[in-house]
C-alpha cells in the first residue's frame, strides 16, 4: 500500500527541511566569519614593525678595538666614540656635528664639528677668567636665543649637563667621576 502525503504533512516536511537549510547556512556563515576574521587578525599581527630610536641604532654598532662607539666602564648603559676616525658625524639642522656620547636615558650628545666663530664672553666687559653661565652676557645671549631659535627641531633638543674643568687627581676613577659629578649638580 502507498502512503499518500497529505498537504499539511508535506508542508511540515518543506518546513524541516527550510529550517535544517537556514540553520546549516548560518552555522556555515558563523564559521566563515570566524575563520575570515581570525585570518585578518593575524596577518594585520604579523606586520607590525616597531621603529628603533635613534640611540637604539648606534648601539648596534658598539666596538671594543679600534675607532667606533664604546661601552663606558664607568657609567652603566652610558656609550662614547674615540679613535682618530671614529666616524660620528651626523647633520642637524642643515650643520655638521658629531656625536661624543649615547647616555645611560638614551639621549645623544653631540657637538658642533665646526666653530662658530671667535667671540668674546661679553662684549662689555671683555674675557672673564670664570665665566658664568647665568649672567646675559654677549655670548651667553647669542647662544641662548639667536642660534638656538635658528634650530628647526627644538622639539628634540633636551637640556644636559656637560661636566667640564679641570680633574681632580685620584687613583680611584670611579671616585673621580663621582666627585666631579656631585661637584656639577649631577648625583650619580
Known amino acids: 500500500m502507498r502512503k499518500r502525503w497529505t498537504r ?15 540553520i546549516g547556512l548560518m ?18 599581527k604579523g606586520n607590525i614593525v616597531k621603529k628603533k630610536t635613534a640611540s637604539e ?19 652603566d648603559e652610558r656609550y662614547f666614540y674615540k679613535g682618530a676616525k671614529p666616524n660620528n658625524y651626523i647633520t642637524f639642522n642643515d ?8 647616555e645611560a636615558d638614551g639621549t ?13 664672553w661679553d662684549e662689555k666687559c671683555g674675557l672673564r677668567t670664570i665665566p658664568n653661565w647665568s649672567t646675559p652676557a654677549t655670548l651667553n645671549t647669542y647662544l641662548n636665543t639667536e ?3 635658528s634650530f628647526s627641531d627644538l622639539d628634540i633638543i633636551v637640556d644636559g649637563t656637560f ?9 680611584n676613577l670611579d671616585l673621580t667621576i663621582s666627585n666631579e659629578k656631585n661637584l656639577f649638580g649631577k648625583e650619580k
Open 57 to 75: 641604532i648606534l648601539l648596534e654598532s658598539v666596538v671594543d678595538q679600534g675607532d667606533g662607539l664604546y661601552k663606558d666602564i664607568y657609567e
Open 163 to 171: 661636566s667640564i674643568g679641570k680633574a681632580i687627581s685620584s687613583k
Open 27 to 44: 552555522f556555515l556563515m558563523v564559521c566563515g566569519y570566524a575563520a575570515f576574521s581570525t585570518s585578518l587578525s593575524l596577518k594585520a
Open 108 to 120: 645623544i650628545k653631540i657637538i658642533k664639528s665646526e666653530s662658530i666663530g671667535d667671540m668674546e
Open 147 to 149: 642660534y638656538l631659535n
Open 8 to 22: 499539511k504533512a508535506k508542508n511540515k516536511g518543506n518546513k524541516q527541511i527550510i529550517m535544517c537549510s537556514l
Open 95 to 102: 650643520e655638521s656635528w658629531r656625536i661624543l656620547s649615547v
